[in-house]
């Protein structure tokens, strides 16, 4: 098993593109999904040819042009901070297609990846079309941006959604798992989250842990940090005075989010 917790690094891809995080399969023990977060100076650009992989790239935060065989589409993200809480641009691109990304400003762009070998165009999911939802109740809530949802039938893999949880609240709570190709009652989908956290000296906690607890890690979660998981429940708790953005990428057999919650703690659910 690998390690799940990837701390942020700092490798210079080119001329004013940094890349802060890149989980894949040979990195971890993820068969589906992959990860990189790119951060880039204005004015410069990234490039690559997808074989086997779709892709979405979220605009975290700052603005781009993106060049997909040679089509361009002007002009996405929407803010400065991923703590203005509000929706941003994204755009899938499917497999075999090759892209670049061009800066308008400084930039940092999330890359979601699944492997898949389905055709298809690419699509702008803008920010105004993205679904908001509110999740949880007592220290248990969260505000959710639906990005790439399972009734969103672009895709042949990929999920993507970012979510927002407060000072002092739990995420991903009761603790719950996707980790059986079961339906109805569960799908398998392996899974990256990746952290921000302001003030950005905080830190975070996440648990990754099975029934039998052959897999059972606890990791302090720093800023632009990330955890991979590939099996398991997988809670989240923000202490007091900081306040966490995570995004997440899910993809497996059968794209459908169909999650089994703990039986230890799925009483919390039921209190009034």
């Keep these: ?44 650009s990234f490039q690559e040819s997808l074989s ?45 297609k090759e892209y670049q990304i061009r800066a308008g400003k400084n930039v940092r762009v999330a890359l979601c990846y699944a492997v898949s070998n389905a055709g298809g165009e690419p699509a702008v999911i803008s920010a105004d079309t993205i679904e908001k939802e509110r999740r949880g109740k007592y220290s248990n809530k969260r505000h959710v941006h639906n990005i790439l949802p399972d009734n969103m039938n672009i895709p042949e893999k990929l999920l993507v959604v970012e979510v927002y949880t407060d000072s002092g609240n739990f995420s991903s709570y009761p603790p719950h798992k996707h980790d059986r190709d079961n339906l109805p009652e569960e799908s398998m989908l392996e899974e990256t989250y990746y952290h921000e956290i302001n003030p950005q000296q905080g830190f975070v906690f996440q648990r990754v842990y099975t029934d039998d607890r052959s897999l059972d890690e606890t990791m302090a979660v720093e800023h632009q940090n990330s955890v991979a998981v590939p099996k398991g429940y997988h809670p989240v708790g923000v202490p007091d005075g900081y306040d966490l953005y995570y995004l997440n990428v899910m993809a497996g057999p059968k794209r459908k989010w169909k999650f089994h919650n703990d039986k230890d703690h799925e009483w919390i659910l039921e209190r009034d």
Excluded: H, W
Aim: hydrophobic share 35%; glycine share 6%; charged share 25%.
């Design 52 to 96: 086997n992989t779709e892709l979405c790239a979220v605009i975290l935060t700052g603005n781009v042009d993106v060049v997909i065989d040679g089509e361009t589409y002007s002009s996405l993200g929407t803010r400065e901070s991923v703590f203005e809480k509000k929706p941003t641009d994204s755009i899938y691109i499917p497999s075999s």
């Design 1 to 44: 098993m690998a390690e799940l917790l990837y701390k942020k690094q700092n490798s210079i891809i080119t001329d004013g593109v940094t890349l802060v995080q890149d989980l894949n399969s040979s990195n971890s023990d993820l068969e589906y999904v992959q990860f990189k977060l790119i951060e880039m100076e204005e004015g410069s």
